[in-house]
């Protein structure tokens, strides 16, 4: 089974520090992801990684950077952190889409951080 | 840019009956996915059920399964002989066809009652 872990369930912040959300998955993944979710507005894309430093921003990645040094690992970085970010955080991975119809994301436990 | 809309932001069940989740959708695209997640209080999302738009015929998986309205832009989730670990965090997510990433629905909060 694919394995996809989270270095925290819970994490609680103070504005203005540094945050670094580390996630880690056990499969040979290519892809891997970095969602927010927040009640009503579903799971928003942040960053994604398609290799080892190799990244795109996707919907809202302002105020986040990420970091991908190892295939298996995927550091998400709030440099700053904003009251505003308080939130679930969820990383996912997934196989490269060659030779295959389509790729399946796995889920990690997720992150949930407060920023006071 | 794709669009994915659950209306429903909560629903409840009896245990045993019938219950449908509505998803709709909106792309120009003529190739691509849907997939329903479970996301479970305090646990890992979980893929549900795929649908493949070239496909006509709806999927199904066990208690759960499917409507496809391509036309419509409409892929509903019904899930049969609800079940107490049924409930969970629903989310309906559009992949394009070449794309990697998903587009995800705001979700729906279901809960199943014994």
């Known amino acids: 089974d694919v394995k996809v872990t989270q270095s925290s369930r819970y994490l609680v912040k103070r504005t203005g520090e540094k945050v670094f959300l580390e996630c880690v998955q056990d499969?040979?993944?290519?892809?891997m992801f970095w969602y927010r979710q927040d009640p009503g507005l579903g799971l928003r894309l942040i960053y994604f990684?398609?290799?080892?430093?190799?990244?795109e921003k996707g919907d809202i990645p302002e105020g986040y950077s990420v970091s991908r040094e190892k295939k298996e690992r995927f550091s998400l970085i709030l440099e700053s952190a904003s009251t505003n970010q308080t939130s679930m955080y969820l990383c996912?991975?997934?196989?490269?889409?060659?030779?295959?119809?389509?790729?399946?994301?796995?889920f990690g436990p997720g992150t949930r951080l407060t920023v006071l | 840019a794709q669009t994915v809309t659950q209306s429903q932001p909560e629903m409840s069940v009896q245990e045993a009956e019938t219950v449908t989740l509505s998803c709709t959708y909106d792309?120009?695209?003529?190739?691509?996915?849907l997939f329903w997640y479970k996301q479970p209080p305090s646990r890992q999302m979980i893929l549900v059920i795929r649908?493949?738009?070239?496909?006509?015929q709806n999927a199904t998986e066990n208690r759960f399964s499917v409507n496809f309205q391509k036309a419509a832009k409409s892929f509903s989730l019904k899930i049969s002989d609800s079940q107490l670990g049924d409930t969970a965090m629903y989310f309906c997510?559009?992949?394009?066809?070449?794309?990697?990433?998903?587009?995800f629905g705001g979700g729906t909060r279901l809960m199943v009652k014994p």
């Open positions: 996912a991975s997934s196989c490269s889409r060659e030779g295959r119809s389509y790729n399946e994301q796995f």
């Open positions: 499969m040979d993944h290519e892809n």
């Open positions: 990684s398609y290799d080892v430093k190799m990244k």
């Open positions: 792309t120009s695209e003529n190739n691509y996915y």
């Open positions: 649908q493949e738009a070239y496909k006509q």
């Open positions: 997510a559009f992949m394009e066809g070449a794309g990697n990433m998903l587009t």
